[in-house]
């Protein structure tokens, strides 16, 4: 059981850099795979990018890619999404998740523990 709390979100211009935090609730000696997605307001949910936690294997969405970092801090039990370059189509509530095991997971089913999610808003 994971328990999952977003922060970091607020209002940013385009081309600025914004980390969210998601705290975990409790470690675990086994591996999970946690992923950050978005969703911006009549649109799905979108994957962003996941990491496993013990062994760090990372995997991002294309239009991420070269801007947005995931890591975690196992000390201190929490990940991160670090945005640079933001641009007004990131603008979306963010949410953390976590799911049991390393199978790659880019689809919202594939995840069972969710944040309540941030709000991140990019302007032009």
């Known amino acids: 059981q994971v328990q999952l709390a977003e922060s970091g979100g607020g209002l940013v211009q385009a081309g600025d850099s914004l980390r969210l935090s998601c705290a975990a609730s409790r470690r675990t000696r086994s591996d999970y795979t946690m992923g950050w997605f978005r969703q911006a307001p009549g649109k799905e949910r979108q994957f962003v990018a996941f990491?496993?936690?013990?062994?760090?294997?990372?995997h991002y969405a294309d239009p991420v890619k070269g801007r947005f970092i995931i890591s975690r801090d196992i000390a201190e039990n929490t990940m991160y999404l670090q945005m640079n370059n933001v641009k007004p189509d990131d603008t979306a509530v963010y949410y953390c998740?976590?799911?049991?095991?390393?199978?790659?997971?880019?689809?919202?089913?594939?995840?069972?523990?969710w944040g309540q999610g941030t709000q991140v808003t990019v302007a032009s």
């Open positions: 990491i496993t936690w013990i062994g760090s294997a990372t």
């Open positions: 998740a976590a799911e049991p095991g390393t199978v790659i997971r880019t689809t919202p089913g594939g995840y069972s523990y």
